[in-house]
Structure formats: C-alpha cells, structure tokens
C-alpha cells in the first residue's frame, strides 16, 4: 500500500508568536508547515514534529509574491491543503489624531494582504477544485470597537465580512473558509500594546495587561497554543461542515 504524503497547509505570519503556534499545533497534527514571513521565518519550523517542513518569505503587501509562496507552498505536488492568514499588526491612537500613514500600513497588511491572499486561493481552487481549508485571524476587537482603537477593530471587522464572502465563493469548488477571534492573547504584541496605551493613559504597563486579562471571565491572557489548537482543527477535516463561521477563542464576559 503506497504512503499518502501528508497534507501542506500554508501558514502567513509564522514569524509571530500566533504563526508560531499554528505551525506547532499544524505539525502535531501531522501535517507538512510551509511557514512564510516578510521577515525571516525560519525559527517556526525549530523542533517541529513530522517531516517535510519548509520556509520562505512572503510579502502580503505585494499580490505577485503572494502567488509565489503559495506555488512554492504546493511543491512538486502542485497542491496546497490549506492555509492560516495570521500576518497582522497593531495601531492604536484616537480618531481626532488619526496617523494616516500607520492606518495605511495596517489595513495593508490586515485586511489587503487577506483579500490578495484569498483571490489567490480562489483562483487555484477553481483550477484544480479539492477540499482546502483556510483560516484568516481576525480578533474580538472584530467583534466589538473600542476608545483607541478604531483603526484595529476596523480592519479586523472587515476582515470578517470578508471570510464571511469569500467562504459562498470558493464552497462550490470544496474550499472553505473562517475567522478565528483571539481575546487578549500574551503575545509580544500584546505587551507592545500595553505600552502604548499606559503611555496614551498615563498609567502603567503592569496595570493595562492586569486590565487586559480581566478582560474575561478566565481573568487570565489566551496562550498562544490555544488559538494555534483552533486553527488547526478548522484547517482540517474534523471541520468539515464549519465554513463562513466566526470561533471565538476567548474566556465569558466576567460578571460584576
């Protein structure tokens, strides 16, 4: 009986501390991890489980370098199984003082480089039409907006209405699509936020992180690993009947 090669998923962003965990929780799932970062995003791949591993860079401001990791990503087998959008960065700052040059930057990379991402996709799958699985990150700040961080919460609300699309287009040739929406998660952004806002609010660092995991019941930050467990399950089969759906990775609202 002849091996079936394990299954490729694409993962935009694997340099961060999210992108990190999904080709973690990807690879103990058995799959192969093709990590791509504007940056270098080799160190995603260190002691990951499974073979047949890669990396290479990817630019999601640019759609002709899009197109070239996920033709890279596809190998010599000429397909890709799925992919996790989590390339994304951070703005925050009031709408009065709106920087328009950060404002670009962001949605460029937030909501632009997903819509390049998935016009690439859509445009293999209707070629060679198979079962593929793709996750974009969005946030609870998509969910909801809040004081300072307009520019955010509006590029990850887009990015919603987006999946929300794009998975009607690509389910008639087996694609599907969701969006992932971590709470407050303890990443390296995070904690870059935090700075920003205790120096905007006169407060300190200590004190918006603690504000920051009592944001939710768990009274606690979301591990990386947790949202990297959800991407991968929605990348897979085990979610086959799951498209256009938006998972909160997230603790309840705390009472009082």
């Given at each position: 009986m002849t091996e079936q090669p394990a299954s490729v998923v694409a993962v935009i962003g694997a340099a961060g501390a999210l992108g990190r965990a999904v080709c973690e929780a990807l690879a103990r799932r058995g799959h192969s991890v093709w990590a791509a970062d504007a940056v270098d995003p080799s160190a995603a791949l260190e002691d990951l489980p499974?073979?047949?591993?890669?990396?290479?860079?990817?630019?999601?401001?640019?759609?002709?370098s899009v197109e070239a990791?996920?033709?890279?990503?596809?190998?010599?087998?000429?397909?890709?199984?799925?992919?996790?959008?989590?390339?994304?960065?951070?703005?925050?700052?009031?709408?009065?003082?709106?920087?328009?040059?950060?404002?670009d930057r962001l949605m460029e990379v937030n909501?632009?480089?997903?819509f390049r991402t998935g016009q690439a996709v859509a445009r293999s799958l209707a070629a060679d039409p198979r079962p593929f699985g793709a996750v974009f990150l969005s946030s609870t700040a998509g969910l909801r907006g809040e004081a300072g961080g307009s520019v955010y919460c509006a590029s990850k609300f887009g990015l919603i209405g987006f999946v929300q699309s794009f998975a009607a287009e690509i389910a008639a040739y087996g694609g599907r699509?969701?969006?992932?929406?971590?709470?407050?998660?303890?990443?390296?952004?995070?904690?870059r936020l935090a700075v920003q806002v205790a120096e905007r609010?006169?407060?300190?660092?200590?004190?918006?992180?603690?504000?920051?995991?009592?944001?939710?019941?768990?009274?606690?930050?979301?591990?990386?690993?947790?949202v990297g467990r959800t991407c991968a399950w929605l990348v897979s089969a085990d979610s086959s009947g799951i498209?256009?759906?938006?998972?909160?990775?997230?603790?309840p609202a705390p009472i009082g």
């Open positions: 499974g073979s047949g591993h890669r990396a290479g860079r990817a630019d999601v401001t640019d759609q002709g990791m996920l033709r890279d990503a596809a190998g010599t087998g000429g397909r890709l199984d799925g992919l996790v959008y989590a390339a994304g960065v951070n703005y925050t700052g009031p709408v009065a003082v709106t920087d328009w040059s950060q404002y909501l632009r480089g997903a699509a969701n969006a992932v929406c971590p709470g407050n998660v303890d990443s390296p952004m995070l904690r609010e006169n407060a300190t660092e200590a004190d918006v992180l603690a504000r920051f995991a009592d944001a939710s019941a768990f009274r606690r930050l979301i591990d990386p690993a947790e498209s256009g759906q938006t998972v909160v990775v997230d603790g």
